[in-house]
């Protein structure tokens, strides 16, 4: 049963962000095999840019580092607002516990949310094409 042994955590509600950095609360991935990160990108300011990218740290409240791809392509407004969903794979196993997601927003504020999924086995292929990113 797939729902009865994951865990999803809500990094950011879905809320207009200002333009500005934010950082969620720490998740510890420690027991799980692999990681969904979901963004969800409703309308964007004008001029507006979005990046969303997962550091990680050894220890509880540690030295944050970037997990090396673990991040979005860069959203724009371009012309018209993104109203899309984003999503990467992380393997847990090959990265430090304590994660953290950073999300920044230039310029004007946007609309968005973002999730991780923990995931405790091997789900199948890790080079999954319907993925934006997978590390």
């Known amino acids: 049963d797939l729902a ?4 999803l955590v809500q990094a950011y509600d879905p809320d207009s962000l200002a333009a500005s950095t934010d950082t969620s609360a720490e998740i510890d991935v420690r ?3 692999e990681a969904l990160l979901i963004v969800n990108i409703g309308d964007l300011g004008s001029s ?3 990046d969303c990218k997962v550091q990680a740290a050894s220890t509880t409240g540690g030295s944050l580092s970037d997990i090396t791809g673990a991040a979005i392509t860069q959203q724009t407004q371009a012309g018209g607002d993104s109203n899309s ?3 990467g794979r ?3 196993n090959g990265t430090d516990p304590f994660w953290k ?3 920044t927003v230039a310029t004007s504020a946007t609309e968005c949310g973002v999730s991780v ?3 405790p086995y ?3 292929d890790t080079d999954n094409t319907t993925m934006d990113f997978t590390v």
Not at 4 to 7: D, P, Y
């Open 31 to 33: 027991g799980y095999y």
């Open 117 to 119: 999924l923990l995931i």
């Open 122 to 124: 091997n789900t199948g």
């Open 85 to 87: 969903v984003v999503v």
């Open 90 to 92: 992380i393997l847990c």
């Open 101 to 103: 997601v950073i999300t």
């Open 4 to 7: 009865a042994c994951t865990r």
């Open 48 to 50: 507006a840019t979005l």
